[in-house]
Structures are given as C-alpha cells and as structure tokens.
C-alpha cells in the first residue's frame, strides 16, 4: 500500500508539466516548486523548505530559501528522510541524458550519517544510484577547485563538513527510447549516535534532459574529446557552415559562420557542465549534440 501511494503522488508531480532543458527551482517563488515532494509517509521527515536558522547553516545561496534537514534544529539519530524531484521528460530522442546541478552544504558525521541521490524513469518503480556507471559527475569546492569527481575515481557520498557552498552537477546517460519522467530522490539518513550538526542544505537547482540528434545519417562527423578540458575538434566529411555553442541557460558562448571541414575551438575558459551544440552543412543538413566541459 505505501509504494502505491508513492506512485500516485510521484505521477502527479511528473506529469504536471514535460521539461526539457534548462529549467531551475531557487525555492524563492512557486516556479517549478511543483515538482518538489517532500515524502509525507516519513512522520519524522526532516525535509523543509525556508529560511534556514542553524548553527553552521545560516543563509541560502540564493536568499532567503532552501530546502533543509530542519530549518532550526540538529538532525536527530536513526532517521532516514527524503524528498523528490520530478523534472517531467520527452518523448524520443537518439540519446538521452538527464542533466541534474545544485549548491549544497553538508555537516555531518563522516562515517555512517550520509546523504544519496537516486534516479528513476519509470514514476518510481526503478531506482538507480545516480553514481552509478552510466553517470558523469563532478563537485566543485566553494574556491571553483575539483572535490570529486567520476574520473579521479572518488564514490561520492554527502557526508562530513564542507567549507562553504560546494557546486554538484551530473550527466546520467538514458535509455535510447522515449519515456515520460525523470525523478530524482534525495535520502539524508543518521546512524544511533548524537552528533548535533546541521545535516544537508541544498539550493538553486537546475535540471533537465537533453539529447543527442544527428538529423541525417549520412552526414558523417566527428567531434572529440568528450568529456573536454581545453580543445573540442571537428571534423566532417561534408563543409560546416555554422557552428555554434550554448550553456545551459540557452545563453550563446560561441558562434562560427564559415564553411571549413575542420574546426578546432578552444573552450578553457568555459565554465565547467555541459553545453550543446549545433551544426549546420553546406549539404542543408544539420545536426545537434551536447559535450561536457570538465575542471
């Protein structure tokens, strides 16, 4: 009966609204707010959404809300409490991933309190570690320095004390096939030991899915590395006439119009996540795809 009552109240913050992507909740305004489900079935859920008041918690990121283990209080022993995030989905693409980014704090015992990030397309009736292998991802410090990340080889788990807000963004790969929700669960869970220390606080995510499309089959590129730290190169058989690069918020950050078969672009000075591409040819086609820019 409760995964039932899971289901149902998952459904209904899935299917309010299909995204794509960017799209954000800063917990400021009722944008997108929607889509947050604190778990109710939990009668000792620690998860509230406001101005937080603690010892080491003491502001949002971006004021005044976030969502908090407890607004006022230490987390308390033996509880486990969770929170999801449904960002609608799409239907078809050639290669889907889902795109998830957020600041957070964390004060908390390094060894058996913690907080975990699950992945379910399916209204909740699979779930998925999202450190799982199919995921890119990196945390970035409060200095901009890399904390951790999938290709330093690091099992993340949100645990212990950061200094100031850490930035977390991932790149889950999806299945080939169309489906119609992506949902995120957030579990902070605390062992039988008093710790008195303020949990986890997260703020301003950003969330979505995007995908890969070549328009044309029998328009044959290449594009390398991916992931990327410096130099992207691009290759085709067929001339480029335009190329061009957008961030997340949709916001142009590069733009090329020339014909050229090979094009080399320098990308160190862009911020690290994912950016997308579009490519047009001088035979009419045109393709679309993402890369990930990396610390």
């Known amino acids: ?109 390094t060894l058996n309190d913690f907080g975990k990030i699950e992945l379910s397309p399916d209204h909740g009736n699979t779930w998925v570690n999202i450190f799982s292998n199919n995921n890119f991802y990196e945390i970035l410090d409060s200095l901009d320095g890399l904390f951790k990340s999938n290709s330093s080889g690091d099992t993340v788990v949100f645990n212990g004390t950061t200094k100031g807000w850490y930035y977390f963004w991932s790149m889950f790969d999806l299945p080939n096939y169309g489906f119609d929700s992506i949902i995120y669960r957030f579990t902070f869970h605390t062992d039988n030991v008093t710790e008195n220390r303020d949990g986890w606080m997260i703020d301003d995510f950003t969330f979505g899915d995007a995908w890969e499309n070549v328009v044309n089959q029998n328009t044959s590129y290449s594009f390398y590395p991916n992931p990327a730290q410096d130099i992207i190169t691009i290759r085709s058989k067929n001339q480029i006439t335009h190329f061009e690069i957008r961030n997340v918020m949709g916001l142009l950050v590069y733009n090329e119009n020339k014909a050229m078969s090979h094009l080399s672009i320098n990308i160190i000075d862009l911020k690290p996540g994912i950016y997308m591409y579009l490519m047009k040819f001088k035979n009419g086609q045109t393709t679309t795809g993402k890369f990930l820019k990396i610390q």
């Open 1 to 109: 009966m409760r995964k039932s009552f899971l289901v149902i109240n998952l459904m209904f913050v899935v299917i309010a609204g299909f995204t794509q992507f960017p799209n954000h909740i800063n917990f400021d305004d009722s944008v997108n707010l929607f889509r947050i489900h604190i778990d109710s079935t939990l009668i000792d859920n620690l998860w509230q959404i406001g101005q937080p008041n603690k010892s080491v918690f003491t502001s949002a990121h971006s004021l005044p809300n976030a969502i908090v283990t407890d607004l006022h209080n230490p987390y308390p022993t033996n509880n486990t409490s969770i929170f999801y995030l449904g960002t609608g989905g799409d239907f078809g693409s050639k290669y889907h991933v889902a795109a998830l980014y957020f600041y957070y704090k964390m004060d908390s015992d």
